[in-house]
Antibody
Framework: VQLVESGGGLVQPGGSLRLSCTVS????????MSWARQPPGKGLEWVAS????????NYVDSVKGRFTISRDNAKNSLSLQMNSLRAEDTAIYYC?????????WGQGTLVTVSS | DVVMTQSPLSLPVTLGQPASISCRSS???????????LNWFRQRPGQSPRRLIY???NRDSGVPDRFSGSGSGTDFTLKISRVEAEDVGVYYC?????????FGQGTKVEIK
């Protein structure tokens, strides 16, 4: 099982960024998928999850209306569109398989929101 | 949101001695299917979290049997029977029962 994130980088406050996660080694359509994040030197925070067919999505309150989680089952790919970014969104973003028993995590991609 | 409260936040331990971390949730973690979705993770510096325990007390493959999880409802514990040097890191509990999923603040385990 592999989960590989990409798309992180430096962005100005108010800007946008799109993260991607490409997976392999398991049947993508069998699992919910999630994003979690970790600000530098701080604890873990779950961000969002999407159901196998994309029909159900859940978000932490702090990102509702700004972030959108989506998946492309044909490409075994998970995405996180992040708009109206704030300094407090600075974190390592992890792609995670599942939402209840989250065993597989990617290595993460760093998003820095700063002017 | 369900608040997960860990204690202690820092845990200096002597090699070979036991260690225990508490995790309390603000609501019961029993899901409608009868399962309790409480996970324990360890994170080493520069690494992704690694799950050690799922559904309160189930040890993941490759996790030494000196690690054990227990508890029910809102009160959970991770125990290390005899701490080894490789056990250092930050330990997190996480609930997978309620939306949004939430983590404890983390407990840093270090060797005295």
């Amino acid at each position: 099982v592999q989960l590989v994130e990409s798309g992180g980088g430096l962005v100005q406050p108010g800007g946008s960024l799109r993260l991607s996660c490409t997976v392999s080694g398991f049947t993508f359509t069998d699992y919910w998928m999630s994003w979690a994040r970790q600000p530098p030197g701080k604890g873990l925070e779950w961000v969002a999850s999407v159901k196998q067919d994309g029909t159900e999505k859940n978000y932490v309150d702090s990102v509702k209306g700004r972030f959108t989680i989506s998946r492309d089952n044909a490409k075994n790919s998970l995405s996180l569109q992040m708009n109206s970014l704030r300094a407090e969104d600075t974190a390592i973003y992890y792609c995670v398989r599942g939402h209840r028993e989250t065993y597989y995590w990617g290595q993460g991609t760093l998003v820095t929101v700063s002017s | 949101d369900v608040v997960m409260t860990q204690s202690p936040l820092s845990l200096p331990v002597t090699l070979g001695q036991p260690a225990s971390i508490s995790c309390r949730s603000s609501q019961s973690l029993v899901y409608s299917d009868g399962n309790t979705y409480l996970n324990w993770f360890r994170q080493r510096p520069g690494q992704s979290p690694r799950r050690l325990i799922y559904k309160v007390s189930n040890r993941d493959s490759g996790v030494p049997d000196r690690f054990s999880g227990s508890g029910s409802g809102t009160d959970f514990t991770l125990k290390i029977s005899r701490v080894e040097a490789e056990d250092v890191g930050v330990y997190y509990c996480m609930q997978g029962t309620h939306w949004p999923r939430t983590f404890g603040q983390g407990t840093k385990v270090e060797i005295k």
